[in-house]
């Protein structure tokens, strides 16, 4: 979880459900000097449905992906080479994910759903 604000840093780790609840009691860890930016502006989460998203977190001049303003307290599915902007701040942030962590842990879960299969298999059909 990366925590976009105009105030102080500290890193916490946070599933989409718990930003809007714990927000407040976090610190940022991307401090952006302007006066549009909200104390709790926004943060860049991983879920394990959406995958990376931003979720503005209530702020009244906006966040922005490739320009489009983002809806608050929804996330919204981020990609490589977008755009993020924050109020009416000039400063643009490029995304870029990799993927290849990603492509390892599903090669991983693949190969355990698959001993879980057979393993069932077997206690269905023993012969």
Known sequence: VFFFSSR?????????SWARRCV????????MAHQS?????A??????????????LGSRAGSFVD???AQQFYPIELRSNQVL??????RKYKII???KQVEKNVEIRKKELEKEMKKIEMLEDPN
């Open 67 to 69: 320009n489009k303003r």
């Open 24 to 31: 407040q009691e976090t610190g940022m860890d991307i401090i």
């Open 85 to 90: 902007s924050f109020g009416a701040s000039t």
């Open 8 to 16: 102080r840093r500290h890193t916490r780790f946070l599933p989409v």
């Open 43 to 56: 943060a860049v989460i991983v879920d394990e449905k959406i995958g990376v998203c931003l979720l503005d």
């Open 97 to 99: 994910i990799d993927y």
């Open 37 to 41: 930016i909200s104390r709790s502006h």
